[in-house]
């Protein structure tokens, strides 16, 4: 008993994993049509051109073969109409001209008429007389016939015409033949015969001929149209790849340019227009060559100028500093301005030393000459150094370093070197802007990347400040001097090293608010970090962002003000 259910259920599952794969097929394939119809321009124009060549088409060949179609009807229809109203003529005539006086002599004469009406008619597929219901003669006779399966032919509708109008009446009907039906005329006259009355006269003309002839031309222009569609699909073809081969050309050819290769040339052929764009672009290409290699010259003899300017400030600062440390020495003896001069001497040398090791590094960078150090480094041990070397400066003023760590080590490769002095320039930079606010630190990681964050509580800094914390010498307010004695080059180095790992670094702030620094690193060289571990804004931030892109508009209060209020 269960065998069969057994069975059932068996092709069921059969048929539905059979239907699922099919589905996906079918999924697969429209993906596949979708990227091809998005991707190649040639695609496109070929196909909406061969789609509108083809309706074009189409509908002319539905108008000609509808106005040849109605031009044989009609044609055939006059013919057939003279030719039915010739028969009854002659017919009525006979009728008319005849002694006859018996049943069986009406009867022969009319099976007599319709058999010569049958053979001088032009195609008729037979003759048919037929009695009128309400004929007046005292004797009824067999209704003639050259085909009695026409019967059926002759409807209701065309013999009430017939009886009613007195006239010549007809109607299209389909012909049965031996293979189905052909179209015809069915043609009703009435005639009145001796002894039998009135009587009806029907000949019906078969339209095979001149089915033949529309089958044949509509043939014929399917397979015209047919051809055009593919002269159609060919032609779209070759001129599309006429005017698209210099394009695709020229993308080729940017895309080499944007990749380095300066002498790439576009290849010019012909006179014409698209030649012409080949010329133009290559002139372009010559020109940009000739601006990028004089940048290019000019950015080297910059790098070398500084780097050559910061090797040789070191002789004469050394020279500079050892006279200094002698004046630093002996301030004491000194009156109370030159022993403070003394003191600011030391001060600045000590800024300046800075600023020439810090133009050393940016032209090792700018030079590509920066290499990485890499060893697994523990993120949280790096930064309780550098938070240790902070914290005295912190206290100075008033500010206190916070810092949220994992319990688990933190570690990623890194250079041990550059990641300390990125961290040490953001905790600095923190501590100088803090406004003796608390610092806070964390430290986050997933699965490809790990990352700091740096926030404090000061004066904050705009967008447009956020956009060029990084710039090389930059301050937001040139009026605000540096209080620590920074270079204005600590930022763009740190961004440097980040980059030379691999990793990012970021910048947000709020005026009033206080500012975040993140630096987010790569845990394995070459992996991709996607998002990183931290948010950059605070969620106030995200809460006040979301308020503004709202539909409500800003002037929503959001949740956390409401709690704040209750």
């Known amino acids: 008993m269960n065998a069969p259910a057994g069975r059932e259920r068996s092709w069921w599952q059969r048929a539905v994993r059979t239907s699922i794969q099919a589905s996906r097929w079918l999924r697969r394939r429209a993906r596949v049509a979708l990227r091809a119809w998005r991707h190649s321009l040639r695609l496109r124009v070929s196909a909406t051109t061969v789609a509108v060549g083809t309706l074009a088409l189409v509908l002319l060949a539905v108008v000609l073969a509808d106005q040849v179609r109605d031009g044989l009807f009609d044609q055939r229809r006059e013919q057939v109409l003279a030719d039915a109203a010739n028969g009854a003529e002659q017919a009525q005539q006979q009728f008319d001209s005849t002694t006859v006086s018996s049943v069986q002599d009406v009867q022969q004469l009319g099976d007599d008429m319709v058999r010569a009406l049958q053979q001088s008619s032009l195609d008729a597929a037979g003759v048919l007389l037929l009695p009128s219901p309400d004929q007046s003669g005292s004797g009824l006779i067999q209704a003639p016939a050259t085909n009695n399966a026409l019967r059926p032919v002759i409807s209701d509708e065309l013999r009430a015409q017939v009886r009613d109008e007195q006239f010549q009446q007809w109607q299209s009907v389909a012909v049965p033949d031996g293979s189905g039906t052909v179209p015809g005329i069915a043609v009703g006259s009435p005639v009145t015969m001796p002894v039998a009355g009135e009587n009806e006269l029907y000949i019906v003309y078969s339209l095979a001929s001149e089915q033949a002839q529309l089958s044949l031309l509509q043939r014929v222009l399917a397979v015209g149209a047919a051809s055009l569609v593919v002269l159609l699909l060919v032609m779209a073809w070759y001129l599309t790849r006429q005017v698209l081969d210099p394009v695709q050309q020229a993308a080729r050819t940017a895309e080499r340019l944007a990749d380095g290769h300066l002498t ?303």
């Open 264 to 566: 790439e040339r576009m290849e010019v052929r012909g006179r014409d227009e698209l030649a012409t764009l080949s010329k133009s672009f290559n002139e372009m290409a010559t020109s940009l060559q000739d601006q990028i290699e004089k940048l290019a010259e000019l950015s080297r003899m910059q790098q070398r100028f500084v780097s050559d300017v910061s090797h040789e400030l070191r002789t004469p600062l050394t020279t500079v500093r050892m006279a200094a440390e002698v004046l630093y020495e002996a301030r004491k003896s000194f009156g109370p301005s030159q022993a403070r001069s003394a003191e600011l001497l030391q001060n600045q040398l000590d800024r300046f030393e800075n600023l020439l090791v810090d133009l050393l590094e940016i032209s090792r960078f700018d030079a590509g000459a920066a290499v990485l150090d890499v060893e697994a480094l523990d993120l949280r041990v790096v930064l309780d150094r550098v938070a240790a070397l902070t914290e005295p400066l912190a206290a100075e003023r008033g500010s206190t370093i916070r810092m949220q760590t994992p319990e688990a080590p933190v570690v990623a490769d890194a250079d041990a070197r550059r990641v300390e002095r990125v961290l040490r320039n953001l905790l600095v930079n923190a501590v100088e802007h803090g406004e003796g606010k608390d610092i806070e630190v964390l430290v986050g990681e997933h699965e490809t990347a790990v990352a700091v964050a740096v926030r404090d509580h000061g004066i904050g800094m705009t967008p447009v400040q956020a956009e060029h914390v990084f710039d090389r010498f930059w301050r937001a307010d040139p009026a605000r001097a540096r209080t620590l004695g920074g270079t204005g080059l600590g930022l763009a180095i740190a961004l440097e090293d980040a980059r030379l790992h691999g990793g990012t670094l970021d910048a947000w702030g709020t005026p009033g608010e206080g500012a975040t620094f993140r630096l987010t690193l790569p845990r394995r060289a070459g992996l991709e970090i996607g998002e990183s571990p931290l948010r950059l804004r605070p969620e106030r931030a995200e809460a006040t962002l979301a308020r503004a892109n709202d539909p409500a508009g800003p002037a929503a209060v959001p949740q956390w003000e409401q709690e704040e209020e209750s």
